[in-house]
């Protein structure tokens, strides 16, 4: 992402203030401002009147096709959020790790936007396929440059789908990944080891910042961290609940 100023009002929105940012780990708020998928983090969102809402999120700045900045933001769920209205088949691809492409209709326009699941938040990501052309992203990549692409591969590659090739006695494969700040991912390895990629792994470094993880053992660790949050989430809104009763049998009234 190109250098310029902090959105600062954009970030406020969702209770991150400057403050905020300058006690992050730098490499974390680094990260964020160079427009990577933050790990999850639990954000205290103004809702008005001096109140505030914590809400376990991750969070991104994108640039959109007319190069405005925009902050988009990912709500943890407990069932996977299909708010783009996808359908049955293409809930199951995204279920299955992969980038689709799909369009939508907004207002007279339509715009094509691929989309993948975050499967941490079980919020589906999406950008406009305009703002990720590919092929730039290839030619600015020395050790790929001079490799031909064929037109099948082309056509997996705009689709979403990554491609594996051969440079030299080396595997290096690309495509469509939503949490780089492009939306486009260069890696050596091959198809299995892009795989396992699309889990990075965070470690804890500030209060209220919690990584995602990729081994079996450590993503049932970070499943009890996000049971906890959800269950401690639970007992205020029962105890908000008792207290309202509380006050509603003071006043006379039977609920």
């Known amino acids: 992402m190109k250098t310029e100023p902090v959105p600062f009002d ?3 929105k969702i209770g991150i203030y400057p403050k905020d940012l300058m006690r992050m780990p730098k490499d974390l708020r680094d990260s964020i401002l160079s427009g990577e ?7 205290n969102v103004p809702v008005g009147d001096n ?3 914590s809400i376990p999120m991750k969070i991104q700045l994108v640039h959109d096709k ?11 769920h407990r069932e996977l959020d299909n708010n783009l ?19 939508f209709k907004e207002g007279d326009n339509r715009k094509m936007r691929y989309v993948q699941l975050d499967k941490e938040t079980n919020a589906l990501m999406y950008r406009d396929v305009a703002t990720v052309n590919f092929e730039e992203k290839l030619r600015e990549v ?6 031909g692409l064929g037109i099948g591969q082309k ?23 939503l949490r780089e700040p492009v939306g486009f991912k ?8 892009w795989k396992k990629q699309q889990a990075i792994r965070y470690d804890d470094a500030h209060e209220g910042y919690m990584g995602y993880v990729q081994t079996d053992e450590n993503r049932w660790e970070y499943k009890q961290v996000v049971d906890r949050l959800r269950h401690e989430e639970s007992i205020r809104l029962t105890e908000r609940e008792k207290a309202e009763r509380k006050e509603n049998k003071k006043r006379g009234l039977s609920l």
């Open 142 to 147: 020395d050790r790929i440059k001079d490799i």
């Open 37 to 43: 998928l933050s790990p999850l983090m639990r954000l």
């Open 66 to 76: 007319d190069g405005q900045l925009q902050l988009l933001t990912y709500q943890i």
């Open 51 to 53: 109140s505030a809402v």
């Open 10 to 12: 954009k970030f406020a």
């Open 85 to 103: 209205k996808l359908n049955d088949t293409e809930l199951e691809r995204v279920r299955k790790g992969d980038v689709i492409q799909k369009e």
């Open 155 to 177: 056509e997996a590659l705009a689709s979403g789908k990554p491609v594996e090739l051969e440079v030299g006695d080396q595997k290096v494969t690309v495509g469509v990944a």
């Open 186 to 193: 260069v890696m050596q390895g091959d198809l299995e080891e």
